[in-house]
């Protein structure tokens, strides 16, 4: 019997191995504790406003850690498939970019399937709104990120229509996803669309990789040497999308880090992971400041 290839020439068993990464690590759920310990270590010393709510959905609520009035920000959204985990495990994250002087806010979103695709994303448009309202009234420098799903919703964010939201231009000034998901078709055939429930449409509707424009901002790319075939492979191909729509984009390939140790050195001051993120931000303030 012939099989039948449906992505990038994987059939769907090799799709659902390609994605569903619980199987693969076994470690996940120990490194997400440790994650969590360190999270909460952070907060029960830092000066932060936590569950603070932009929206009127239960888990429209964010955690925001102040560097100052009006200190650049960053957005972290959480992964987790848009149908698990929450803000409170990856406050830990947040420690470096403090210490250089960039306020960090955590947004949490509806999850599926209590949301469809399309709602989650609209909910971190209007996380990313609130926040620049709210933080960067007269403007400043704003970068999105992300992990795994949420590198998803951070460069939907930068696709967004913001000047139907009353923005007289993007308030986003560059996107940093980590581990992200750009095209959304090949989950809809995987055990996770269970929960998600994508279709043929909502996938197209919601994939970056085919929303591409000019105009929409710099990205840097990250991703771990020792991901999936198919994780690195989203990460290459859509840094080509989008330099031929006309972005900026750097792909860094973190040797020797999975999906889920790669958010350590991320937010970890003293690997290189973290000090290319800060040359990343240090440039996007740059940015701003030059074009005003």
């Known amino acids: 019997m012939e099989v039948q290839t449906i992505y990038e020439g994987y059939d769907e068993s090799d799709l659902e191995h390609q994605y569903n990464l619980r199987p693969r690590h076994p470690e996940r759920d120990s490194v997400y504790a440790r994650y969590a310990a360190a999270s909460a270590a952070l907060r029960a010393e830092a000066d932060g406003r936590y569950d603070v709510r ?5 888990r429209q609520v964010l955690d925001i850690l102040p560097a100052g009035a009006g200190a650049p920000v960053l957005i972290f959204f959480h992964g987790g498939y848009w149908r698990a985990l929450d ?33 989650i994303v609209e909910e971190a448009r209007q996380a990313v709104a609130w926040i620049a309202n709210e933080l960067l009234p007269d403007g400043g420098p704003l970068v999105v990120s992300g ?26 000034t560059g996107g940093l996803p980590v581990s992200g998901l750009f095209d ?8 996770i669309n269970s929960l998600v429930r994508l279709q043929p449409g909502d996938a ?12 929409a901002g710099p990205l840097l790319l990250m991703v771990g040497g020792g991901e999936t075939a198919e994780f690195r492979g989203q990460t290459v191909r859509f840094a080509e999308i ?19 140790s790669i958010l350590g050195a991320f937010g970890e001051a ?8 800060l040359e990343f931000f240090s440039d996007r303030a740059d940015d701003r400041t030059r074009h005003g």
Request: charged residues 15%; proline residues 9%.
């Open 54 to 58: 932009y929206g009127a959905a239960k």
């Open 87 to 119: 803000k409170s495990i990856f406050t830990c994250i947040a420690a470096p970019y403090l210490r250089a002087g960039w306020t960090v806010a955590l947004p949490n979103y509806t999850l599926a399937p209590a949301a469809p695709i399309d709602g």
């Open 147 to 172: 992990h795994s799903a949420g590198g998803h919703l951070a460069v939907m964010a930068m696709l967004a229509d913001w000047r139907a939201r009353g923005f007289a231009r993007s308030p986003i």
């Open 184 to 191: 959304l078709e090949p989950i809809r055939h995987t055990s």
């Open 204 to 215: 197209v509707r919601n994939s970056p990789a085919h929303l591409a424009a000019p105009g």
């Open 242 to 260: 989008w330099r031929a729509s006309g972005n900026p984009a750097q792909t860094v390939v973190a040797d020797g880090h999975t999906h889920f």
């Open 270 to 277: 003293d690997d290189p992971l973290c000090a290319r993120a």
